[in-house]
Structures are given as C-alpha cells and as structure tokens.
C-alpha cells in the first residue's frame, strides 16, 4: 500500500498535514504563516504481507506520476548513478530510545531522502548541503 502525505489538498495527497502555530484559535490566524511542510512531503510505503515492512521516501509524484521536487530542493547524483535529493524543507524522522513505551526518552532526528536514505539534518532545514549519510 502506498500513502502520499504532504500539505497540499489535491487528489494524489492521501493524508493532507498542516503546521501548528502556538496560541492561534484558528486557521485565519496561520495563513500568514509560510508552511514548514512541503506540497508533497513524503511516500509511506507498507507491506500487506510479513514481515510488515513499511518505509518512508520524501518528495512526491507530479500529475505525470514523476518524482517532484522543487527547485530550491538539494539533489545529487549517487555513485551508481541515481537521483536522489532532499525536499525544501525536509522529511525529519525521530525513533524513541526505548521503542514506544510509557519509559520512551526522545531519541535523535535524521532526515529521509528521495531514494529512502537517511542522514544526519543539514544545519538548516533548507540547506543545499546534506548531512551524513547514517
């Protein structure tokens, strides 16, 4: 199964995210906020059958069904020759130490690439150089 998650409402996004703003009482009061989350944020794949598997990938498809990134986003070429690339504002994922239980402590953000890898964040969320790759 795959899900399309991002902050635009049109058909290919399946679960639209929208950022908070601390202490607004409604929507009037963020629009004129610029979003932390990209039109197209990410892909979350997940297998039906064992093991369960699921996996993240940022970006998204355009209407042509082609990954889409925007311009401002960092790409690269991979040694064997691959796109991949990070989304303008990034894709972060954070894993609590203690798995998902009552004793969780926060554990360390890494960011998720096109291609489905991860590194280190980038010393800003917009930066044009990525972090290591983890």
């Given at each position: 199964?795959?899900?399309?998650?991002?902050?635009?409402?049109?058909?290919?996004?399946?679960?639209?995210?929208?950022?908070?703003?601390?202490?607004?009482?409604?929507?009037?009061?963020?629009?004129?906020?610029?979003?932390?989350?990209?039109?197209?944020?990410?892909?979350?794949?997940?297998?039906?059958?064992?093991?369960?598997?699921?996996?993240?990938?940022?970006?998204?498809?355009?209407?042509?069904?082609?990954?889409?990134?925007?311009e401002k986003a960092a790409k690269w070429k991979t040694s064997d020759g691959q796109m991949?690339?990070?989304?303008?504002?990034?894709?972060?994922?954070?894993?609590?130490?203690?798995?998902?239980?009552?004793?969780?402590?926060?554990?360390?953000?890494?960011?998720?690439?096109?291609?489905?890898?991860?590194?280190?964040?980038?010393?800003?969320?917009?930066?044009?150089?990525?972090?290591?790759?983890?």
């Amino acid at each position: 199964i795959l899900f399309q998650i991002g902050r635009s409402t049109e058909s290919p996004i399946d679960f639209v995210v929208t950022d908070t703003v601390p202490g607004s009482q409604s929507n009037s009061d963020t629009q004129s906020v610029q979003s932390t989350i990209s039109r197209f944020a990410c892909r979350i794949i997940c297998e039906r059958n064992p093991p369960f598997t699921a996996r993240i990938y940022a970006a998204g498809f355009d209407s042509s069904k082609n990954i889409f990134l925007g311009e401002k986003a960092a790409k690269w070429k991979t040694s064997d020759g691959q796109m991949d690339g990070l989304t303008t504002n990034g894709v972060l994922v954070m894993h609590p130490r203690n798995g998902f239980t009552e004793d969780s402590k926060p554990g360390v953000w890494r960011e998720i690439s096109v291609c489905g890898n991860v590194f280190s964040l980038r010393e800003t969320r917009s930066a044009q150089q990525r972090g290591k790759m983890v």
